[in-house]
């Protein structure tokens, strides 16, 4: 997985104001709308709140990983979002949210999309990286130390996610 064909620039944002988990996935929506042509955030947004139905997307350690499947995709997009103030999001560990990786994924999903999704989590686990998002203080500044990661080389409690 290229994390700069999953990920572009214009949709990573640094020190974001959310109010709440809603309004932080009305966030993450919009972001994920971008490169999405025909596809609005309003749909993202309803099917980001139908896959939190299903389960708390939040990985622990104050980071969330909202994601669900989107009929005619043809490949996953991601959004990053760091947030200025943690939120609530209803985590497993009862720790507020900061960081905020979101995932569209194909509706079909293969093998490789599972191998994808698990890549993010594990990536997300890293917690030298979340230290080092966490210290962006630009959008630039937080999609280029995306970027500079390789894998996770001090793993935390995170455990991979599932596609639901």
């Known amino acids: 997985m290229l ?19 809603k309004h932080c996935l009305e966030i ?12 609005s955030n309003e749909e ?3 099917s980001l709140i139908d896959r939190e139905r299903l389960g708390c997307t939040s990985l622990d350690e104050g980071v969330a990983f909202p994601h669900c499947r989107i ?24 720790e507020a949210v900061d960081l ?11 093998d490789s999309l599972h191998a994808e999704v698990c890549s993010i989590a594990e990536l997300l686990g890293d917690r030298r ?3 080092k998002l966490r210290s962006a203080s630009s959008s630039g500044e937080l999609y280029a130390t995306l970027l500079a990661t390789d894998t996770p080389t001090e793993p935390s409690v995170i455990k991979a996610a599932q596609i639901s």
Do not use: M, W, Y
């Not at 994390?3 to 988990?21: F, G, M, Q, W, Y």
């Not at 997009?77 to 939120?87: F, H, Q």
């Open 28 to 39: 993450i929506s919009e972001l994920l709308a971008r490169p999405v042509p025909g596809t």
């Open 129 to 131: 990286l979340r230290q």
């Open 100 to 110: 905020v990786f979101g995932l569209l994924v194909p509706d079909k999903v293969d």
């Open 71 to 94: 009929e005619g995709l043809g490949s996953s997009v991601g959004a990053l979002i760091k947030l200025s103030e943690p939120v609530e999001f209803d985590s497993p560990d009862g």
């Open 3 to 21: 994390l700069e064909e999953l990920i572009k620039p214009d949709s990573v944002l640094c020190n974001a104001h959310a109010r709440s988990k």
């Open 44 to 46: 993202i947004f309803d």
